[in-house]
């Protein structure tokens, strides 16, 4: 087994390579990245599943769920006449794929070992690349088109996505697509961490890495879910709370003086994305990192409460962004919302306590979602299987 873990995490990474959040295929191997990563995914599945036929190695309730989903979603394509629900059943589908090929090829713990050291190595190298490029000592290797007028820019150590190459615009993302996504499986893996590995003193050390690097990304997501993690760990009294929130209000306040005052651009840009874009939205409802959302979310709900579809939305609110907490009320309604967030409820409102899920991990993975409310794509659902679905990862012991 230990022979072919490295292969097998490369295969994997191939095979989440040109999936969402992950572009590190549009990197190597361009245009090609979406049919490689969907190939490999289904031809690795299928070749396994044949060989191994009746042990598929996910637990029923995540499959039952997944089934209920896939029923909706077609539902949901049909009433609206669209396919953009379809492209969300293909992610459920390719998540599911990703499970049974990592439970088969590795095993969870094996993979979660390998996966958290291989976001570690990002991290790392994002801070070295960031250093680099400040003191001016790194230059692009390359540029890659993505999305409409975005591309990613390839610095080696890092990636950007972005419309133009300048020092003003870099807000690194790992190896990822943006940075909030990096931030949002950053925190996943703190809670991987802390649910199954708190003695393991080296998973530990990876796990504050983690938390650290993360800074890197300038998330707001991330300062605020790293801060409910460090109140949840190690301010459980009242003194400490407050000691807590008293030492982070000084740290802030002391960076947002100094960053206000200072000219350096580099400065500056970090001064907009973090305590301007705050300071923005608590004056106009509105992000600069989410587009015009948050204000056009009620709005889109009131005209639409039953649901309406994405391709409607681009049509009808160009300018909306669809990344935001009011995107998935909007996209399936009052009806369908409840369904589509099933997958994270059930295993907490059923299996709780059988699942080791204590509140202050449901509080943090829920400020989580709130970043990245539109949770499936296939990364994403294998770290909720592991996360929600497993109870001892050594032994792979799940629900049913």
């Known amino acids: ?9 490369f295969f994997l990474l191939v095979c989440m390579g040109g999936l969402y959040p992950f572009v590190h295929n549009y990197v ?34 995540f499959l039952r769920l997944a089934a209920i989903h896939i029923v909706f979603l077609s539902l949901w394509s049909a009433i609206f006449n669209t396919l953009d629900y379809l492209v969300t059943i293909q992610s459920l589908l390719l998540g599911l794929m990703m499970i049974f090929l990592i439970k088969s090829l590795l095993g969870l713990d094996n993979f979660i070992r390998l996966f958290v050291k291989f976001f570690v190595i990002m991290v790392i190298s994002m801070a070295i690349g960031l250093a680099l490029l400040v003191l001016g000592k790194l230059t692009l290797l390359s540029s890659i088109d993505y999305a409409s007028d975005l591309k990613i820019w390839n610095y080696g150590f890092f990636f950007v996505k972005r419309g133009s190459e300048s020092l003003i615009a870099i807000r690194p993302a790992g190896w990822l697509d943006e940075p909030g996504s990096l931030a949002f499986i950053i925190m996943f893996l703190v809670l991987i961490i802390d649910k199954f590995y708190t003695d393991d003193k080296t998973m530990n050390i990876f796990k504050w890495i983690l938390i650290v690097g993360g800074f890197l990304t300038t998330s ?25 929130f008293a030492a982070m209000t000084i740290l802030l306040g002391g960076a947002y003086f100094a960053m206000a005052e200072s000219n350096d651009p580099l400065v500056k840009y970090l001064y907009n994305r973090t305590f301007q874009r705050v300071t923005d939205f608590v004056q106009t409802g509105e992000d600069a990192g989410r587009g015009e959302g948050f204000a056009m979310g ?20 160009p300018r909306y962004q669809h990344e935001n907490i009011w995107s998935p009320l909007l996209y399936y309604g009052v009806l369908g ?13 059923l299996y709780r306590k059988k699942n080791n899920l204590n509140w202050s991990l449901i509080i943090i993975l829920g400020a989580n979602l709130l970043q990245r409310p539109s949770y499936i794509y296939p990364m994403y659902l294998v770290l909720i299987y592991v996360l929600l679905y497993t109870q001892r990862i050594s032994s792979e012991k799940e629900q049913v």
Do not use: C
């Open 1 to 9: 087994m230990k022979s072919i873990r490295i292969p097998a995490f």
């Open 28 to 61: 190597l191997f361009g245009g090609a990245a979406n049919i490689l990563s969907t190939g490999a995914t289904v031809v690795g599945f299928g070749a396994l599943f044949l060989w191994q036929r009746s042990d598929f190695k996910i637990t029923r309730s």
């Open 220 to 244: 707001l997501a991330h300062i605020a879910t790293a801060f409910l993690y460090v109140v949840s760990k190690y301010a459980r009294r009242p003194k400490q709370i407050i000691f807590t």
């Open 298 to 317: 009620p709005e889109i709900f009131n005209k639409n409460p039953f649901g309406i579809s994405p391709q409607q939305i681009k049509m009808t609110y």
């Open 337 to 349: 919302f409840p369904i589509f967030f099933s997958l994270v409820a059930v295993p907490i409102l």
